[in-house]
């Protein structure tokens, strides 16, 4: 006679959630009699309300480095020193990253000099992949016991032109996570920055129970993250033990208060099953203007390329390995290079041979595309 196998105890779905009061502050006192979760308008099971003070809360700070202003670098690290600083004296563990169309995140807990290094070996230039981002951020975040709270902060203008990564798939890779995904949206010119992307940033946030605030200056940017430290003691997390049987997809809940003078920011649901594996990053849409291709996978498609002229500084030794940011036409024409991270003269000299290369048009799904990549080159005497 088969024994039958024993029930299957499946694990606690984790559901982040921002709760204020009227005046947009930290409730005084909270308890879990205050909600009600509902899961297609049935009550869900029992379940645990995770405090704020009582619960190590790790983020990931995600700064957006695709513009190359001076005053753009300085802010970047203030924010980061910031953030850590905030973080590290409530005992929270904070990481930072930093994003164009690739993204550099910290190996450790955040620290100033963690943080130099980090801006030392980054190129503050490029277009921007938030989406790919905040999904690899996401990843990031996972910890095998679930005991700590996640959180994702993204200080952009939310404008995204590189990103493989659908905005579906990130909101269910920080779903997966139980991480929230705010944001301050830089919304100023003057800041080097459109502010076209904050649709972006508010479907982030509210798909992921996080807050987007926008800031129009430098000045304002200090008050945002002011009010961003309050916010912090607002991130709550709850969590129930879903009904035997639950299948691994998406499923829609609804999380009520009968309190007037709370409000409740939670996603609309959760992904039950395993978090997402590394290769299923992989999941990708094209980029909105072209595709992105590898520097080896755009070498097989040259067809003339011309080597850099030396520099004509004399008694000076000049070398440097120069990175060359290309887009290349549907006719296989360099539409535009540009070598933001270079010395100026070695830069020129590597753009300038660039723009006499010549490419087979790359050809997606039968017809010929406009192609981003990038170029080293050797540039000196």
Known sequence: ??????????????????????????????????????????????????????????????????????????ATRKIAERVAETLNA????????????????????????EIGSLLGRTCFH???????????????????QGENRHAIL??????????????????????????????????????????????????????????????????????????????????????????AGTTERFHKIEIRTGD??????????????PPLKQAELNRTAPAPAGVRLTPEGAQRLVTKMTPPRKPRAQGQQMKESVLVYVTVDKKGRVASASAPCADPALGQLAVEAVQQWRYSPYMLNGRPVQFYTKVVLDVGN
């Open 1 to 74: 006679m088969t024994t039958p196998a024993a029930p299957t105890t499946l694990a606690p779905v984790r559901l982040p959630l921002t709760i204020t009061a009227k005046d947009k502050k930290a409730p005084a006192s909270l308890d879990k009699r205050q909600l009600e979760s509902y899961e297609n308008d049935a009550p869900t099971s029992a379940f645990g309300l995770r405090t704020p003070p009582a619960t190590v809360l790790d983020l990931n700070l995600l700064i957006d480095i695709s513009g190359s202003s001076r005053d753009k670098i300085n």
């Open 90 to 113: 409530r005992g929270y563990r904070a990481y930072v990253g930093l994003f164009n169309d690739e993204f550099a995140f910290s190996k450790t807990k955040l620290s100033r000099q």
């Open 126 to 144: 490029g277009p921007t992949a938030l989406l790919d981002a905040v999904a690899a951020a996401s990843q990031l975040l996972h910890d095998e």
């Open 154 to 243: 993204v200080v952009s203008d939310g404008d995204d032109n590189a990103s493989r990564s659908t905005m579906e798939f990130a909101i269910e890779a920080a779903a997966r996570e139980a991480a929230t995904v705010s944001s301050i949206n830089l919304v100023s010119a003057r800041m080097g920055d459109s502010g076209s992307g904050g649709k972006t940033l508010k479907e982030l946030a509210e798909s992921t129970g996080g807050t987007r605030l926008e800031a129009t200056d430098w000045d304002e940017l200090a008050k945002r993250l002011d009010q961003w430290e309050r916010l912090l003691d607002s991130q709550y997390e709850l969590r129930f033990v879903p009904p």
């Open 260 to 273: 007037k003078n709370l409000r409740v920011t939670a996603p609309g649901g959760y992904y039950f099953g």
